[in-house]
């Protein structure tokens, strides 16, 4: 259930479910399920929020197969591996969507999503589906999405409006990388681009832009290269940005993009907690043997 947050300009409180104002307090990197001392290069990313303070995310190094954990106290001791995701074959997981309903589009029993890749570090990836709980034994036989979501060339990072069972996934295919959506039963062929212009002017830039969603649909989170028209809408640097974008019921942007995390670093893989109160990313930081990883912060909202 949605909670409740207090302005730090005005003292005035207000209910988190109302998300017409989006604003955070400083981000603080959640260290249990971050980058451990010593592991060079760690690249804990998108860390997607549970009932009960609990977080999915992906795991694993820059140039190493990455597989998916669970923590059920982020703060207080690192995830577990969810077992049964990253096979001998050295395939590669990432984009973790646990759902909290079932949606009958997805799959009856259906309970955990991700990408894959179809073969080793840098090949295409396509969307899957799992049945997993927290606390049971690995996962079994995760099997591919079929239909439109895995048509042709690479698809991933997938989100989902549970209450209407609508998805949007990355999709590399006919030459373009492009943000889609598309509001399954699975015999549907409908699947339209979504394109987001940037408080800029510009439009999104990037080859992901790891969306999340609200349940009903009516709000993505998303990141972008940063691009001005003083640019030519051209990347200036190769940093990403966060931002908030409403959604009509066929999700397509329904009002202005709001900027709500920037900083220096490349912040990516924005997600709200269940009572969305909380924002949780991850953001790249420089580690002392002069590196990059990636850790899990978090920031409330104010």
Not at 267 to 274: G, H, K, Y
Request: with cysteine.
């Amino acid at each position: 259930m949605p909670g409740s947050y207090c302005r730090a300009d005005t003292g005035t409180c207000a209910t988190c479910s109302d998300l017409g104002r989006l604003e955070f307090g400083d981000p603080v990197r959640i260290g249990a399920v971050s980058a451990p001392g010593g592991d060079l290069e760690g690249h804990q990313r998108f860390p997607r929020p549970m009932p009960a303070g609990a977080l999915v995310y992906r795991t694993g190094k820059w140039d190493k197969e990455k597989g998916l954990s669970y923590a059920v106290a982020p703060d207080a001791s690192p995830g577990l591996p969810i077992g049964g995701t990253v096979d001998a074959s050295g395939k590669s997981e990432s984009g973790p969507w646990f759902l909290t309903k079932k949606v009958a589009a997805l799959g009856d029993t259906t309970t955990l999503l991700f990408d894959r890749t179809v073969g080793g570090i840098g090949t295409d990836r396509q969307l899957m589906a799992a049945v997993w709980a927290p606390g049971t034994p690995p996962i079994m036989t995760p099997v591919k999405l079929p239909g439109e979501p895995n048509a042709s060339g690479s698809n991933y990072s997938l989100a989902v409006a549970e209450d209407s069972g609508r998805i949007f996934w990355m999709s590399t295919r006919n030459n373009a990388t492009r943000l889609l959506t598309m509001l399954p039963p699975k015999s549907s062929t409908q699947v339209d681009a979504v394109e987001i212009v940037l408080p800029s002017g510009c439009h999104r830039a990037g080859n992901d832009a790891t969306p999340w969603v609200t349940p009903d649909g009516l709000l993505m989170l998303f990141r972008s290269l940063d691009v001005t028209p003083s640019s030519s809408c051209s990347p200036s640097v190769d940093s990403n940005d966060l931002f908030a974008v409403p959604l009509d019921v066929d999700g397509q942007p329904a009002g202005a993009s709001l900027r709500i995390v920037t900083s220096p670093a490349d912040e990516t893989d924005p997600a709200l907690s269940a009572d969305l109160c909380t924002l949780y990313f991850a953001r790249e930081d420089g580690d002392p043997a002069g590196g990059v990883e990636f850790n899990v912060y978090r920031a409330p909202r104010q």
